[in-house]
């Protein structure tokens, strides 16, 4: 499944640029974000230039990652450069939310307009 949707499910070590999505068994939030974003994530200039790395908030953090707060709610994405939080949307309530916030997340980058 990795390979067609084009992110990762086991979490690596950290680097460059990336979105987080921290999620956990049984969520809603999670689910509807699959179905509504999740095929065509990988394919938008936001997925291009921050690709969906997917994290069990059950099973730990990543190696090598540094949050600025912990995770409380899933689904949680956090946008990371080189192993370290830049910024996070968390929860999910719905699709114009989501990208216009993501949007603003990528502001983050450097290098952005």
Do not use: N, Q
Request: with cysteine; charged share 30%; net charge neutral.
């Amino acid at each position: 499944m990795a390979g067609a949707w084009g992110f990762a499910l086991w979490p690596g070590i950290v680097e460059a640029a990336e979105l987080i999505k921290f999620e956990r068994r049984g969520c809603p939030w999670c689910k509807a974000w699959d179905k509504e974003i999740g095929p065509i994530y990988p394919k938008t200039d936001i997925g291009k230039r921050a690709p969906l790395r997917r994290v069990d908030l059950d099973a730990g953090l990543p190696p090598g990652l540094t949050l600025k707060r912990p995770i409380r709610y899933t689904p949680t994405f956090v946008l990371v450069e080189d192993g370290s939080e830049l910024d996070r949307i968390e929860g999910y309530p719905g699709e114009d939310f989501f990208w216009g916030r993501a949007e603003r997340l990528l502001e983050r980058l450097p290098g952005s307009p």
